[in-house]
């Protein structure tokens, strides 16, 4: 099961990821794998998004005693960090671009 999150306006993924966690912990409910997080107002970057899966499915790695279900979240977790990491990098070389052809420009 995967669970959506509304977070209000300016909440953090990882405050989020924390809480949902937690109200399934208490619901005791075992089919529980990972959570993606939406806020009302304020839209998470692809970036943020990214993260907070891979703490997802970090805790959720951490929650499960089945061995294969461990690794599996884990390789997720790294999937969804490497994607971050690229999300970052593409972002950075954006911005250099469009400072090249701004001064290329001048």
């Keep these: 099961m995967i669970v959506v999150l509304f977070g209000e306006s300016g909440s953090r993924p990882a405050a989020c990821v924390a809480a949902g966690m937690a109200f399934f912990e208490r619901l005791g409910d075992p089919g529980f794998d990972g959570m993606v997080i939406f806020s009302d107002r304020t839209a998470m970057t692809t970036i943020e998004t990214y993260r907070a899966n891979a703490a997802a499915q970090r805790a959720a790695a951490e929650k499960t ?21 690229a999300a970052e990098e593409t972002q950075g070389r954006a911005q250099v671009n469009l400072a090249a052809k701004a001064s290329a420009a001048a």
């Design 65 to 85: 005693n089945l061995p294969n279900r461990r690794d599996m979240h884990q390789r997720s977790a790294i999937t969804w960090e490497t994607m971050a990491r």
